[in-house]
Structures are given as C-alpha cells and as structure tokens.
C-alpha cells in the first residue's frame, strides 16, 4: 500500500463490513483489521474491487495503526461492554498524541464517558457514536448520533457527513451532539422509543389477527395502507407489512407464511432495559417503553408461560362483522398514530431531562432532524418534531396545536373504543394501554396521589403537602 488510509475500522461483524464499505463507496480509503484474519482477508476478497484500492486489510494491529494518516481515526465496531474495553487496552499504547478512537457500538453512555476521561490523560481523543440502521443503513447510509471530543469531531467530521443518511431535507443525519456519553445515551433513547413502536406494532398485529381474523395477505395489505397515513409512514411499519407477505423458505405449501413459524419470544441487547433504568434515576415517565421490555422480558418468560395450561380466559368478545371489521381497521390506526406521537413525546422528554442533569446542552430539534433518515425510528413524523422543537417559535405553537387537536379530536374516542375491545377479547395491549395512560395522567388536572401522600403519613410520618397552604404537615390519622 503507497498511500495511508483516511480511518480505519476495527470489528468486521456485519455492521462493521457494511460500514467500512459504505466509507470506501464514498471515496474515502480505510484499512480493516479483525481478529480473526481469515475474516479480513475474506471481506478483501469479498469487497476489496468494489470501490476501487480504498479498502486494505491488516493482519496484525501494528501494521492496521501505522497504516493510518495521523492524527488517526479509528472506528471500533466490537460488541458492547468489556471487548471494547480491551480493544482500547489493547490499541492505546501503539497510538500517538491526538489520535482518535471513535467507538460505534451500542455502548452504556456512562462506560463512553470513563472512556474519553482514562484517554484524555493519555492525550488520546474518545468520540461515542450511536449508530442506527441496521446493515442496510451501515452501508448505504445510517443515522450518525456521535457525542464526546468536539475537537476530535471537527477532524473526522467530513467522512461522517459523507457516509450518513440524509435528512428530509437532504442534509446529512449526523451532527456533533454534546460532550462525553451523549452520543451513546441519544442512540440509547433511539432504542427506547424503537421498542415501543415494535411493540405496539406487535400489539396490532394481535388485535387484526385474533380479534379482526385477518389473514397474513390481510395484514401486510393492512399495514401497507396505513403506511400512506403522513403521521405513521414510516420504516418500521414498511418493514412490518413486508414481514407478512414473506412466504415461508423451509415449507413446501404454497400458503406457509414465515411469520408463523417463528416463536413468540424476544430477546433484546440492553439498550431498552438502560432505557428504563435511567429515565426511572432522572425521574421520567416513559410508560411505552417500560411497558416494551416488559412484554420482551414475559415473551421470553417461557417457562412461566406454561400457566396457559392452567389459567383460563373468558373472552366475551363478539365475532366482529364486516363493518366491524372495517372499523377495527380504522380504529386501530387511530390508536396506533396517537400512541406512536406519545412514544417520540417520552423519548424527548427522557432527552430533555438528561440534558439538564448531565449539561449537554442538547439541541432537541437537531435530534429528532438527524433521525429523520437512516435510522430504524424515522417517519414523515419527525418533520413535525423537528419544527415543534426549533427555534422558530411561530412554527413551533402552529405545530403543538395541530398536534394537540389531533389527540383532542374523534381519534381519541377511537382509540378507547380500540383499547376496550382488545381488553374485553383478553388481548394484552401492554403498550396501547401504557401511551393512553401517559395522555391521561397529563391530560388530568388532578391525579389520586393525595391518596399516596396520605398513605405515607399515616403508616410511616412522611409528611404530606396541602393544596392550601406551603409546608410539609403531619396527621395523627389513627
Ligand atoms: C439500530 C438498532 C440496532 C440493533 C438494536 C437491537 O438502531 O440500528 O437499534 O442498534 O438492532 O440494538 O437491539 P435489541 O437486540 O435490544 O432489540
């Protein structure tokens, strides 16, 4: 090799191969190492022509760093936790002053932080950037969330504008996000609100199946539909009507969907759990969520699952005609536009506390413009987002009210009705139900926690607030 690499990329997972690719596709040369050799030289086997002599292997991690333009600019795409840990151990010491690591993983924004700290007092920079998209986004373009060493972001800044996705308005979805771990905690929060969507996509999914009888060429035309509707167009509802018209590979019937051969548990990585412990430390309502990685942790719940040979249901649901079911179907995308808005609202507000409490000065409009592509959450939605959170505030109060008179109108009724229903056909709607209770328990001026207050006093003299004078008082209640 005559020239040094623009970066280099360490971990060639599949997000990692598609990444590196998507850099050289742009015209940026980068060197590749991986820890299994073989696996370098077969993805320079694999990919190496594809974008001309950009991409170059190395076997051994000296000859991939001093392969590299300084100051260099490594990105690790290793899986979270301790292999990033010793991937840094293991690389810092063969690095010069200035030099870059950017970590890409799925990382804890908490172990990001430490990170850029221990490399600072090395002269070493540390960027923590979430990356959304799965494999497609990594390599035709993903949404970019990088946090940490502004500095450092300045100088790798032209390759990520390059590589990202692009916004509605076709600027690139990436942008410097604030200092430390707030790269990784607006990915984590992607991630969070990612799980309520599924989830209440899956919970749709339940109620058009066993309550509408709809049938898996049903659904996918179903879901298709309400991927025209401007405030649910989305990827994940594209990608969730294509899921029913997948036939299934491994039968020989021709009606065999795959979607019924798959089980009925999920798993998940960490980064909803994380979700739900930092907005429960910070003091944030995000009951979609929560309810999301819950209904993950009860589908993997095997075991206690088999109480379905003992417990018994007593639906009273009726059989549903054909205008019936006609209204399910308007129903359910009423109750699924108002419960998706609510879910972006608790993934903004989880932002917007964590900013206060961690000074990063988050920009909220930035965020939810650089998820507009690329990303697994992006939806025609967002538009509404991005202006309802700048800086024009006539755009803004235009936005809140055509929002808050969606959420007043005959859509609401209709989600009620759509929730009743799905209880009275014992389908559990663990998440429908979440986002409806987070609109009531604002939309009420007064909630039952008096009750609480009372409560406290009364068994351990905590003290209770009165609605008519300041202090803290105490009764004896017995
Ligand atoms: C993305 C995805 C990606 C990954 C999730 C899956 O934005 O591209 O979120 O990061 O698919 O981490 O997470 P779970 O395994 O926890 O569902």
């Not at 997972?13 to 820890?35: C, D, E, P, Q």
């Not at 899986?79 to 804890?108: F, R």
């Not at 959170?389 to 109108?409: E, H, Q, V, Y």
């Not at 926690?449 to 105490?474: M, P, V, W």
Request: hydrophobic letters at 35%.
């Amino acid at each position: 090799m005559k020239d040094k690499s623009a970066i280099g990329l360490i971990g060639l997972a599949t997000m990692g191969a598609n990444l590196a690719r998507n850099i050289a596709n742009k015209g940026f040369s980068i060197s590749v190492f991986n820890r299994t050799t073989e696996k370098t030289d077969k993805f320079i086997k694999d990919f190496g022509k594809e974008s001309g002599d950009k991409l170059h292997g190395s076997k051994t991690l000296k000859e991939f760093v001093a392969s590299l333009e300084t100051p260099r600019k490594i990105i690790l795409l290793v899986k979270a936790g301790k292999p990033v840990d010793d991937m840094i151990t293991e690389l810092s010491p063969l690095l010069d002053k200035n030099d870059i690591i950017i970590d890409c993983g799925n990382s804890h924004f908490k172990d990001t932080e430490r990170r850029q700290k221990e490399l600072a007092t090395r002269n070493l920079h540390f960027i923590g950037c979430g990356i959304s998209g799965g494999e497609e986004g990594a390599l035709h373009g993903p949404s970019l969330m990088p946090g940490g060493d502004k500095s450092a972001w300045e100088k790798i800044r032209p390759i990520f504008e390059k590589i990202a996705a692009k916004d509605f308005g076709g600027k690139p979805c990436v942008v410097h996000l604030g200092d430390f771990g707030s790269g990784h905690f607006v990915k984590m929060v992607h991630n969070g609100i990612e799980y309520a969507i599924m989830q209440l996509l899956a919970e749709s999914y339940d109620i058009l199946k066993n309550l509408g009888k709809f049938s898996n060429p049903e659904l996918a035309k179903i879901f298709s539909g309400y991927n025209k509707n401007p405030n649910l167009k989305s990827f994940l509802i594209e990608i969730t009507a294509k899921i029913f018209a997948k036939k299934d590979p491994e039968s020989s019937k021709k009606d065999a969907y795959l979607i019924d051969f798959i089980k009925d548990s999920a798993g998940q990585k960490g980064t909803g759990k994380w979700t739900t412990e930092i907005a429960h430390d910070l003091g944030v309502f995000i009951p979609t969520i929560n309810a999301a990685v819950d209904a993950r942790i009860v589908s993997g719940d095997t075991k206690g699952r088999q109480m379905c040979k003992v417990l018994k249901l007593t639906p009273t649901a009726k059989k549903l005609t054909s205008s019936g079911k006609k209204n399910l179907i308007t129903q359910l995308e009423n109750a699924l536009e108002l419960s998706i808005i609510l879910c972006y609202e608790q993934g903004v507000g989880l932002l917007t506390q964590s900013s206060k409490e961690y000074n990063w000065n988050l920009d909220l409009a930035e965020i939810t413009r650089i998820w507009q592509g690329g990303c697994i959450i992006r939806s025609t939605y967002l538009k509404n987002l991005t202006i309802g959170l700048g800086k024009d505030k006539t755009a803004a109060t235009k936005i809140f009210k055509k929002i808050t008179n969606l959420f007043a109108g005959p859509k609401q009724k209709s989600w009620r009705r759509l929730l009743t229903l799905s209880l009275e056909s014992a389908i559990p709607i663990p998440a429908f139900s979440a986002s409806l209770n987070f609109y009531d328990s604002y939309a009420k001026a007064h909630l039952p926690q008096n009750l609480i207050q009372a409560q406290r006093d009364f068994f351990g003299a905590h003290g209770y607030e009165r609605t008519d004078k300041k202090g803290s008082f105490h009764t004896e209640w017995d």
